[in-house]
């Protein structure tokens, strides 16, 4: 089947006849994909983790794109068209954050921040303030309340299902998109996307572990796995 795109992370072919078949990639990027490298199991550890949260938001009232896994890396979603945003919810001061402002990583903000970036890998996904978004008409206002609400109640659920599994969710990003008018969340969650700190000993168990050349990336990705999978 020919492919419809691909990024840096996930293939996507065509499926039905309103949805997709998405693959999921070992390869992996950071720094506006100035770094690159693979992380071996990556794809499976991130299709199967995308999955579970996706189906733990649906019971939960998050409505998703997610229809169901076909494979080890590949799961079949709701086509939509993509809001180019990126949302982001901090719980503690972390990443790119951390070095706006020249703070170390850690310090909880309290309430949680939500940021959004344009999704332009050209411009480097810059920082956009909600009444930019609005008035270039990159979404509308009725749309971005939508966003937001949903934004925090993932926040609120996937806080709690991580710190049930010994992972403090420090913070992620969110796509979202539109099908027949109704806004969906999209795209990935996982340990590409998120940051994940264990809970009793700080370790990183994300993607800042290859970012920052930790070592034991594999390791961190299939333990997630494992720690999602259970219960
Ligand atoms: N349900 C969906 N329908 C259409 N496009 C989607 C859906 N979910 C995710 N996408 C888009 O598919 C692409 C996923 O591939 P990825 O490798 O993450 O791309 P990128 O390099 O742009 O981040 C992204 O552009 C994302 O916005
Ligand atoms: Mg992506």
């Given amino acids: 089947m020919e492919k419809l795109y691909e990024g840096k992370a996930k293939v996507l072919y065509p499926e039905g006849k309103d949805t997709l078949r998405v693959y999921f990639k070992d390869e992996a990027t950071a720094f506006n994909a100035q770094k690159r490298g693979v992380i071996p199991g990556k794809g499976a550890v991130n299709n199967q983790v995308s999955a579970r949260l996706f189906a733990f938001l649906e019971a939960h009232g998050v409505p998703t794109h997610f229809v169901r896994t076909l494979s080890e890396r590949e799961m079949e979603v709701l086509k939509v068209e993509i809001i180019p945003l990126e949302v982001i919810l901090r719980y503690r001061v972390a990443g790119s954050f951390a070095k706006r402002y020249g703070l170390p990583e850690g310090k909880p903000l309290d309430p949680p921040l939500l940021e959004f970036s344009l999704k332009d890998d050209a411009l480097g996904d810059p920082l956009i303030c909600e009444n930019a978004a609005l008035a270039l008409g990159i979404v509308d206002g009725k749309t971005l309340e939508e966003v937001k609400r ?21 913070d992620f990003k969110l796509e979202f998109g539109k099908k027949d008018g109704q806004v969906l ?13 264990d809970v009793n000993t700080g370790e990183r ?5 290859f970012r920052r050349d930790l070592g034991g990336v594999e390791e961190a990705y299939q333990e997630v796995l494992r720690r999602v999978l259970k219960g």
């Fill in 150 to 170: 949903l934004a925090l109640r993932t926040g609120e659920l996937l806080r709690g299902f991580f710190q049930e599994r010994g992972l403090e969710l420090v």
């Fill in 185 to 197: 969340l999209a795209d990935e969650i996982s340990p590409d996307t998120m940051r994940l700190w």
């Fill in 205 to 209: 168990m994300d993607k800042d572990r």
